[in-house]
């Protein structure tokens, strides 16, 4: 059974750091490129930044260039999104993706496996 577990968010002032770890279980996560997506109250769920299955290729949405890093550790099963200066509008459920087949996608839609999720909430 394939499980991507989030964990690490919290409630953090303005300014603050924070950083999300993504685990897997039941599949290899080194085949897979990793995305993470955030889905505030209310709205649709988008894409934060991306990392391909070897860590040579990274995306970021332009609201958290400069300020959020997305890296992975493949001999540990895990991804991380360190997440610098956070802002109010940070605050969502903040989602890891699996994608088998591409490198990362900005969409949805070709993640294969997904987490729970876990909540960043950042107070000003």
């Known amino acids: 059974q394939v499980q991507l577990v989030e964990s690490g968010g919290g409630l953090v002032q303005a300014g603050g750091s924070l950083r999300l770890s993504c685990a897997a279980s039941?599949?290899?996560?080194?085949?897979?490129?990793i995305g993470w997506f955030r889905q505030a109250l209310g709205k649709e769920r988008e894409f934060v930044a991306a990392i391909s299955w070897s860590g040579g290729r990274v995306n970021y949405a332009d609201s958290v260039a400069g300020r959020f890093m997305i890296s992975r550790d493949n001999a540990k099963n895990t991804a991380s999104l360190q997440m610098n200066s956070l802002k109010p509008e940070d605050t969502a459920v903040y989602y890891c993706a699996a994608d088998l087949r591409g490198s990362g996608s900005y969409y949805v839609e070709p993640y294969d496996y997904w987490g729970q999720g876990t909540q960043v909430t950042v107070s000003s």
């Open positions: 039941g599949v290899t996560l080194s085949i897979y490129a």
